[in-house]
């Protein structure tokens, strides 16, 4: 079954307490519907930053009912399919990502989507990597902003989670309420002007519920391999989070002693970046395919 989410249901929090846009059954296929993460603000690049209502940032739609997740159970979302819109928005400025202290003024960059590609200028079109930015569950506790990554989800922006991937989550509240947004045309690792090429879009999803299957942190697997996104107060932390949990994922499922495996993943396994734009920073550690089909292990 098929089941189709207008964008005009999105929340700016994820929060337990929101009422469900949709209830679906475990094995659904969703149509949602998303805003890029301005909700349609920057209609040009004369915009101003004093034009922006910052307090409008991150829609997610959703939240989506998924009916037999309880808490302790891990929730699969598999992207089957995103269609773009035909343009995109990128911005920066004084206090805006990595290089915002250098920054004067406020710049917005209209980017078309033409020819399967997204034109930044004249001389350079871009190849497309549709994307979600912003994608996750209630969280444990009180809500979270959207703009804010957590072991629930939320705003990880990772480059991975895209066509193909599956995404597992830890269920916190009854039926998940899961959410998305925050699409992008394109986006390299860091997202360090605060942006990517940020985009209305049609995203396909399939979920699921794994029963009681518990999860520190979001996971994602594609035909390449398993990666953990860990988000922390420091990309240093983040790090660090990744590769312990990974860790701890993994042993049980191995013969090997801890000193084995954490060389093995020293040879093997790859920290990456995700982005070290948002309230809290988030990285992922990856382990190739060949290490998991070597021991049989698998994340469902």
Known sequence: MTMTLSKE???????????????????TTIQVHTYDCFQGQIKSEDTEINAVDWNRINPAT???YIEE???????????QDIQLGDRGVMVTGPDLGVMGHRMETFQAKIIPIQGGKAVFNKDLSLPLNPMIGVIGVAPEGDAVSCGTP??????MDTKEVTTGASLFFPVFQKGALLSLGDLHAAMGDGEISVSGVEIPAEV?????VIKNRTLPFPFLKNEDGLSILASKETLDEA?????????????????????ELTMLMSAAG??????????????????????????????E
């Open 150 to 155: 957590g072991a629930h989800g939320g705003n």
């Open 204 to 208: 396909s999803i399939r979920v699921e």
């Open 270 to 299: 790859q920290v990456q970046v995700s982005q070290v734009v948002d309230p809290l920073k988030t990285a992922r550690f990856f382990v190739p395919d060949q290490v998991l089909e070597a021991y049989s292990i698998s994340i």
């Open 69 to 79: 997740a309880e808490p302790g159970d891990t929730l699969k979302v598999t992207i």
């Open 239 to 259: 790090v660090e989070a990744a590769v312990e949990h990974m860790i701890d994922f993994l042993q049980p499922k191995t013969d090997l002693s801890l000193s």
């Open 62 to 64: 959703g939240p989506v």
């Open 9 to 27: 249901h999105f929340v700016y929090a994820m929060d337990k307490d929101h009422p469900p846009a949709l209830h679906v059954s475990s094995g």
